[in-house]
């Protein structure tokens, strides 16, 4: 089993940033990939980033190229999305999950996950 628990989000004005954490706990392995994965109202669930704890790969949403970052720190057992440029499409309920053995052509699918997070809400608003 593996818990895991988000933190940061918060209401922040278009343009500003927040760094949302993932703190995993339970039996992860270096063989890992955690992914963020957001869902506003009335959509599905999509996925926004994920990085590989072994060698650091990582994958990003087309929307969020260029503003967010996905980092780790293996030694914490976190995982940071670090968001700027907030835009209020950017308004959801973010997600982190973990999943082990996922290979890197699979890590944008919510399927590849086993473990979700509570979930953290991101609103973005004037």
């Known amino acids: 089993q593996v818990q895991l628990v988000e933190s940061g989000g918060g209401l922040v004005q278009p343009g500003g940033s927040l760094r949302l954490s993932c703190s995993a706990s339970g039996r992860t392995s270096s063989s890992s990939t955690t992914g963020w994965f957001r869902q506003s109202a009335g959509k599905e669930r999509e996925f926004v980033a994920a990085v590989r704890w072994s060698g650091g790969t990582t994958r990003y949403a087309d929307s969020v190229k260029g503003r967010f970052t996905i980092s780790r720190d293996n030694a914490k057992n976190t995982v940071y999305l670090s968001m700027n440029n907030l835009k209020p499409e950017d308004t959801a309920v973010y997600y982190c999950?973990?999943?082990?053995?996922?290979?890197?052509?699979?890590?944008?699918?919510?399927?590849?996950?086993?473990?979700w997070g509570q979930g953290t809400q991101v609103t973005v608003s004037s």
């Open positions: 999950s973990i999943g082990s053995g996922i290979i890197v052509s699979s890590m944008t699918f919510a399927s590849s996950y086993h473990y």
